[in-house]
């Protein structure tokens, strides 16, 4: 029997209590999250570390990237063998690949180490997002994918700081080694409490097919990821050339730029099944042109330039949360591999925007990024508002949507 009412439109007071186990998995986020951030803010203590040049770390991160196109197979792999144990298993791996990391002394072993973490940190992304979306209604998914999202800044709000607070108690390998053993920890506690037959499947009502709706939407994907990594990977470089902002400084933007993160995804915990996940999705996006547009601004004035960063990330974070409740949702019998073939479409982008946000940058600075980000954002805005005048029409041919 099909639902009556609209799963996109505004709801109010029906929000479902989450499915048992729900705390578990968001702390299993969180826990990941931070054992694939942590490099970021201590590459250069890390590279000094294993004794490599930062510029050398760096580029190895790149492979990270590459390495989560793999996404596709590891979504079928959650579709043969149940949610629950893809979470348990990546989560094993990241424990064991944290260690590794923090065991390393020369680059090869750092970096099989970093792939290692990459297909772990991917599994278990593809299984919670598989898990939540077979164990949410979709007209309350927006609330719980955007719960589980905001670990996503909070990795880095509290995540790093304690991490640096034990590098100073010890050495770098100090916070690899207490990840490692919160991710063994954390797994346990997901086999113990997460239920037997967690699925991918469940709460199904889309379209079920590799439609056309489908393949826009992927390519939207790469394209937003496109955008997203062009900033990720220009914004600190942009604010020490044009306002020498410190290191310690940087470090201080970056909590910033958590905290914008976290209002982003947590309005859309909070109002985006009452709003509309697609309209939601297409504002925030179309906010987030001006911004980009607008970033040369920051070239004059700090304060205008950390304003639009922060601003941007609001933008865009709501715009990835509100895109993954509806991807969950893009083929019901078949949610792991999609969430697969989602999640390699974003890293496809961001592998994409790091190699030309970087050579960009060195070109011309950030006016050349700023207009290349925006066209990025723009194909992506376009793709978004066909796939998605589709994706309602293919609900309502499911009884999902009201005409």
Known sequence: MTSTSDPDTPTEGNSQKLPKGFAFVVFARFVSNVAYRMVFPFLPTIARGIGVSTATLGTTLALRDLVEISGPALGKLTDRQGTKRVMVAALCGLGMAACLQGASNGLVVFTFALIAISISKVSFDVGS??????????????RAIGI??????????????????LIRLGTWRTPFIAVSLLCLITSSALWVYLPSSSSSKGNTSGPQQWSTTTRLILIAMIALGTGHMMMLVTFATFLEDQHGVSTSGLGLVALIIGVAE??????VALYGDRIGKTSVAKSALLLSLPLSLLLPLGNSTFGVALFIIAAWFVCTECVIVSMLSICTELDGKARGKMMGYVYAGWSMGRFFGAISGALLYE??????????????????LMLVIIG??????SQARYGEVRS
């Open 129 to 142: 997002s598989t898990w939540t979306g077979a164990s949410v209604p979709f007209s309350d998914r927006s």
């Open 148 to 165: 589980v999202e905001t670990t996503w800044a909070f990795s880095f709000i509290v995540g790093m700081p304690l991490a640096a607070l």
């Open 262 to 267: 976290l209002v982003g995804s947590g309005g």
């Open 363 to 380: 070109w011309k600075g950030i006016n050349p990024v700023s207009y290349a980000m925006t066209g990025a954002l723009i194909i992506g």
């Open 388 to 393: 998605f005048r589709r994706f309602e029409d």
